[in-house]
């Protein structure tokens, strides 16, 4: 069992300087041991660069989900001193590399998630979303391989199905066509993923609030604070009146915002808020039509 002191000034005996070694507090002039200690204090690394602990460096990036082998490749790389190999062993150097990079995609299966995590990395940044939802997009995708659901499927659909299935599940403002438009897979391989998703894994997804979509929207379209404000209190208004189940989300933010920059004598035009939600004017005059009749808003008849 360890003992563990507090920190001791001088010797209590001799009134000596003491010394920290290893495991133990020694006086150095009558070698008593003020204290022991199984704990070890020093640096958790190794270096052997001669620069003792100020080598801050450890053993690498840690693991992570969105590649094939969780990050613990190891890659023959192309330092400065590969340079200086001349003939024959820059040849065996190359024989070498290109074996070790075929050996570290042994099978198809590794091939195609090494394909798809490509892919979910590409589409997250190109959505502009946390890092949060590529590791937990490329988890999801493991586990629609281990349950056989990408045979004859596409494996672009399945990717980009992943990470709107991850958007669904964390109510992250993403539509289902702004992941579309960024996608290498087109709309029915994508709608078939993740139809295929849903119905075997049992994912806990529904439908995202019109309030997630007000900040983007409103941003796109140069709208002052007090006009985003208060679509919001109109979102809510429509959760009151049960406008919002079985409608698009999407439109229902972009109605809530027009209605709020009428409310405001803001110069919107419902052409421009439906552009901006990528959704039909048809679909916001709906909700629109219906918060003006409710008396919920101070808009008139146009």
Known sequence: ??????????????????????????????????????????????????????????????????????????????????????????????????????????????????????EIRRLVGALSLPDYVREQACTLFESAQNEDLLCGRSIEGFATATVYAVCRIRDISRSLEEVDDAARADHEELKCAYDALNRDLGLPTGPIDPGEYLARFATRLDLPHPVERRARELVEAAHDLNLVAGKNPVGVAAACLYTAARERNHPLTQREAADAADVTPVTLRSTYTTLRDSGRTTVGPE
């Open 1 to 118: 069992m360890s003992k563990a002191h507090a920190p001791v000034e001088g010797c209590p005996e001799c009134h000596g300087q003491l010394r920290t070694s290893g495991e133990e507090t020694v006086c150095t002039e009558c070698g008593l041991v003020v204290a022991e200690d199984q704990l070890d204090r020093g640096p958790e690394w190794r270096t052997f660069e001669g620069d003792g602990d100020s080598n801050r460096k450890r053993t690498g990036a840690p693991l992570t989900r969105s590649r094939h082998d969780r990050g613990l490749t190891t890659e023959i790389g192309y330092g400065k001193r590969s340079n200086r190999l001349t003939g024959r062993k820059r040849r065996r150097v190359a024989r070498m590399r290109r074996q070790h990079n075929r050996a570290r995609i042994p099978t198809k299966s590794d091939r195609n998630k090494v394909y798809a995590f490509t």
